[in-house]
């Protein structure tokens, strides 16, 4: 089942970056296929048998739905993805909480680092954000930072380097998406994004 996984997420990425260069419908189903891909390498690699793997399984699970929802261009399909990757997020939070955790100074630096360069985006990104959205995207920051801070001492309890660098992949890439939405649209945020992205959600899937 993980072979499968990674040769439906390595084949079904660059079939999804050329069918979204060329705003061509098989972009549905081409990100739908490399979404699933993380989903089965995390069952390949025995998500079920731990709370941890249970967690990051339900995380997974929940980026499927959001990369679904995101397919679509309406505002209230963004707040449903939104909605969903954050759940997501809490997921991962969950999951990480489960392991033994341990911090360090390196995990402090790491985690003062990003905090820096979220106030950063935030600062960025506010001006573009509409005031309906301002709320959910505030919220949704707030998550996800607190889901990186807990990945370094999470992967160091763990013993697995995968864990926050998933993590921080995931993390980053959601910086695409927003300067999609709210900042400068084009394919050029999802052809670095993207890769990201999946990058971050394999690891994670491995961690398990």
Do not use: C
């Not at 098989?26 to 690699?45: M, Y």
């Not at 499927?64 to 963004?78: K, T, V």
Request: aromatic share 10%; charged share 10%.
């Amino acid at each position: 089942m993980t072979t499968l996984g990674l040769l439906l997420a390595v084949l079904g990425l660059p079939l999804l970056l050329w069918a979204d260069a060329r705003r061509s419908r098989v972009a549905i189903p081409a990100k739908l296929t490399a979404s699933s891909g993380f989903l089965l390498v995390a069952l390949g690699e025995g998500a079920r048998g731990s709370t941890y793997g249970r967690w990051i399984l339900v995380g997974l699970a929940l980026s499927w739905i959001g990369d679904a929802a995101l397919l679509g261009r309406s505002d209230r399909m963004f707040l449903l993805g939104l909605g969903a990757f954050l759940l997501g997020h809490a997921a991962y939070i969950e999951a990480f909480l489960s392991t033994d955790l341990n911090p360090t100074i390196a995990t402090a630096a790491v985690g003062i680092a990003w905090l820096v360069v979220a106030i950063q985006v935030a600062r960025w990104l506010w001006p573009g954000v509409p005031g309906s959205m301002r709320g959910p995207v505030m919220l949704y920051m707030v998550v996800i930072s607190a889901m990186v801070l807990l990945s370094g001492p999470a992967g160091v309890g763990r013993s697995s380097p995968l864990l926050p660098a998933g993590a921080i992949a995931f993390a980053v890439s959601d910086i695409a998406v927003a300067r999609n939405r709210f900042v400068a649209p084009g394919f050029g945020n999802r052809a670095w994004g993207l890769p990201v992205y999946y990058l971050g959600q394999l690891l994670l899937a491995f961690s398990v």
